[in-house]
């Protein structure tokens, strides 16, 4: 018995020392609750719902919410509550796919400048300055003038645009890694640059990028959310919580059909709330310069 | 420190080239031919020629690159299609409307997030303490257009308090304090939910900048021969608190000045944001170009300050 205790207590990884301390994070395990709560719901409306989201029924346009139509029809009779799931669909994998993106360059980037340094981190780190010097909303509504709108662009403007925090991150810590003895064993073992990245430096590193990554998905919403409002984002009749958030521009739908865009703000508020809250739970966890 | 700032100024050459060459390759991939708006519409055709020569549109593309960045460094950046007037003259009459906009808030969320962070840090792990972080996160996490719509929502069409979008009453011809009244009710809205958005965000860093002053020896040795703690916090703390936050006021800045497109959108305010968002909706390249040429510089400024600041009011730091 004893001796099963030892083994376990050597055993605790630092994966299951930040899986505990998140589990006593109240804020965290909510937030992940209801992230994946949104998730399931956004994968599986295809199935449980009754409604078509571009079926458009004409002679019940702007009807109130009831119990046929759980948040009422819009302008041209769709139902509302069906397209704020088929939405949740967009905007989250607007979510996932832009941060897909800025956190694949940002590791990127970021290792190899904080690994070879020198003239090769100066040119990162300067690319790195050009990029944090755009305003955002700025370049994206300018790029999306210049590509066009749609879904796709957008998860390329967000995804180029916002990778320079993880990319300054992960070098930090792959600067005070690669002064650590086990990476100069492997170079004496005649790994290549490469391979002692992969393998040894990028394991290393996960934590950290998981926890900015998480918070950068809500940056994705976000900004979908944003330029999808501008008519520069994810094109109708797709439906996404932005442009359903559009249809507040008219200060008719503002004043009267407040069922047409108080969802879907809510839904995005909700989003990020609980990537906040998970966010920074997990990085409390797991960030050990935090601790 | 003259030798720290002259460094820094000569690292920005090279990022305001970068930012300049990516800028001129967007225009490049416009559809449409950026240079038919680069000289002045309405000439007769061989002065157009001319003009046309002289700005660099038969040149090779390295060639265009530097007479364009020659143009922009002159302040020569071309005509508004939309607007038919140089687009220097059309940034000019909103750029006031931005600054003042932005400036006000950035000075009242200033003030808020220095009260609200200390005292969160000073009754740390208590009730208030929780309540200020959990509204700081609220306040992030909440779209600020959506928070636009709301307010514009409950207090210009519920409660008829506030005007509903622009920066004046149109069809008055209000002077003095009256114009000034009118205007400061068209802000009130935009004002607020900037202000709150960047008070948010400034929260927690002014919290931890408390808490890590609170956390120093200093601290304690004024604690230890019994100085009251409101006299530590009041007269030791605060004060060394706000080197951090200086430097966070002057990267907000920039920020700020950017990131108000949404903002003055909803709310219809002719600033900058708006400005821009309209050329793009008209696909008014020259002032798309030079709108966002110059706000990357106002960030890029704003960041060079922040960093002169920090060496200056910090003894501490000593660069060279």
């Keep these: ?291 | 420190m003259r030798q720290y700032i002259i460094k820094r100024l000569l690292i920005l050459i090279p990022i305001f080239l970068g930012v300049s060459i990516i800028i001129f390759a967007l225009i490049h991939t416009a559809p449409g031919d950026p240079y038919a708006y680069m000289v002045e519409s309405g000439l007769p055709i061989e002065e157009k020629e001319i003009q046309l020569q002289k700005i660099g549109y038969y040149d090779s593309l390295p060639v265009k690159y530097i007479k364009w960045l020659g143009n922009v460094l002159h302040g020569n950046l071309g005509y508004s299609i939309r607007y038919a007037e140089p687009v220097t003259a059309v940034l000019g009459r909103r750029i006031g409307n931005t600054a003042l906009l932005s400036v006000t808030s950035l000075a009242a969320s200033t003030l808020l997030s220095v009260f609200l962070g200390i005292l969160a840090a000073v009754k740390k792990k208590t009730f208030t303490d929780h309540i200020i972080s959990v509204l700081s996160l609220i306040g992030i996490s909440v779209p600020t257009f959506f928070l636009a719509l709301g307010l514009i929502k409950i207090f210009s069409i519920d409660l008829n308090l506030l005007p509903v979008s622009g920066i004046e009453t149109t069809g008055t011809n209000y002077t003095g304090w009256r114009r000034a009244a009118d205007i400061f009710r068209h802000m009130f809205l935009p004002f607020l939910v900037l202000t709150c958005a960047q008070t948010a965000s400034m929260v927690r860093y002014t919290r931890s900048a408390m808490l890590e002053v609170l956390g120093q020896d200093y601290i304690r040795t004024a604690r230890a021969k019994g100085l009251a703690k409101r006299v530590v916090i009041h007269l030791h703390a605060f004060r060394n608190t706000l080197i951090p936050i200086t430097t966070l006021v002057a990267m907000s800045l920039g920020h700020l000045l950017s990131g108000t497109v949404l903002i003055e959108t909803v709310f219809v305010w002719p600033g900058m944001g708006n400005l821009l968002y309209q050329a793009v909706s008209n696909r008014d390249y020259p002032l798309i170009v030079s709108g966002t040429m110059l706000l990357s510089i106002c960030i890029l400024l704003a960041n060079l300050l922040a960093d002169i600041l920090y060496g200056i009011i910090d003894p501490r730091i000593r660069y060279d």
């Design chain 1, 1 to 291: 018995m004893m001796n099963q205790n030892k083994q376990e207590e050597n055993g605790t990884s630092l994966f299951k020392v930040g899986i505990k301390r998140l589990k006593k994070d109240k804020m965290a395990v909510f937030g992940l609750g209801i992230l994946i709560l949104f998730t399931l719901a956004a994968i599986f409306v295809p199935i449980l719902g009754q409604y078509d989201p571009s079926a458009q029924d004409l002679l019940n346009t702007y009807q109130p919410p009831s119990a046929k139509h759980w948040l009422g029809t819009d302008e041209l009779g769709r139902d509302v509550f069906t397209r704020l799931l088929y939405g949740g669909r967009v905007s989250l994998s607007v979510g996932l796919i832009s941060t897909g993106i800025s956190a694949g360059f940002g590791v990127f980037l970021g290792s190899v400048a904080g690994y070879f340094g020198k003239a090769v981190d100066g040119i990162i780190m300067r690319i790195t300055d050009i990029f944090m010097c755009f305003p955002f909303y700025v370049i994206a509504i300018t790029v999306a003038a210049i590509w066009g709108s749609g879904i796709w662009n957008i998860m390329l403007i967000s995804g180029f645009l916002n990778w320079t925090n993880i990319c300054r991150i992960v070098r930090a810590e792959v600067l005070s890694l690669r002064q650590r003895e086990y990476i100069e064993a492997s170079k004496a073992l005649g790994l290549s640059d490469f391979e002692t990245i992969i393998k040894h430096i990028l394991p290393n590193i996960l934590a950290v990028v998981i926890v900015y990554s998480t918070l950068g998905i809500a940056k994705g919403i976000l900004s979908e959310a944003g330029l999808s409002y501008l008519g520069l984002g994810v094109t109708p009749p797709q439906a996404s919580w932005g442009n359903m958030l559009a249809a507040a521009q008219s200060l008719r739908v503002l004043s009267l059909y407040w069922w047409l865009w108080i969802p879907a703000g809510t839904a995005v508020f909700i989003t990020i709330l609980s990537i906040n809250f998970l966010g920074d739970g997990l990085r409390d966890a797991f960030d050990a310069k935090v601790n």
